[in-house]
């Protein structure tokens, strides 16, 4: 499933860069996520969705995979395991970072999720609207800790 999103925030693109690739400032704004342990480069941590009448947590990892400064585009992985061991996640989200002049930066946000188990039982619609309103709050809060 691919979602896309997209925000303007009132602060120099170079500042929006470093919030971005803060995952420890960043994490917090994706409701029910939470690091645990940093292991070099990689964090581990928990990830809870709720689906209709569902609720699925997932173990797992995230890691940047890329970041880069020039282009102002970071690719960051991210996959976990139900707790219950009934599926799993797993997203790569691509943002990219553009100078909008004015000491304003568009903030564009590209995720490709992918679940299985329990929760992918619920048609696509419900796990769009989920997704969207996870990502929805994912970007009012980066923008906020952006310009914070």
Sequence with gaps: MKLENEFTVSVPVEQAWNVLLDLERVTPCLPGAALTAQVGDEYEGTMTVKLG???AKYNGTVKIEEADEQNRRAVIKASG?????QGTAAATIVST????G???TRVRVETDMRLTGRVAQFG????QDVANKILSRFAECLEQEIIR
Excluded: N, V
């Design 102 to 104: 004015g000491g304003s």
């Design 81 to 85: 395991k139900d707790a219950r061991g």
């Design 53 to 55: 009448p569902a609720t």
């Design 124 to 127: 696509r619609g419900i796990q």
């Design 97 to 100: 970072l553009h100078d909008e």
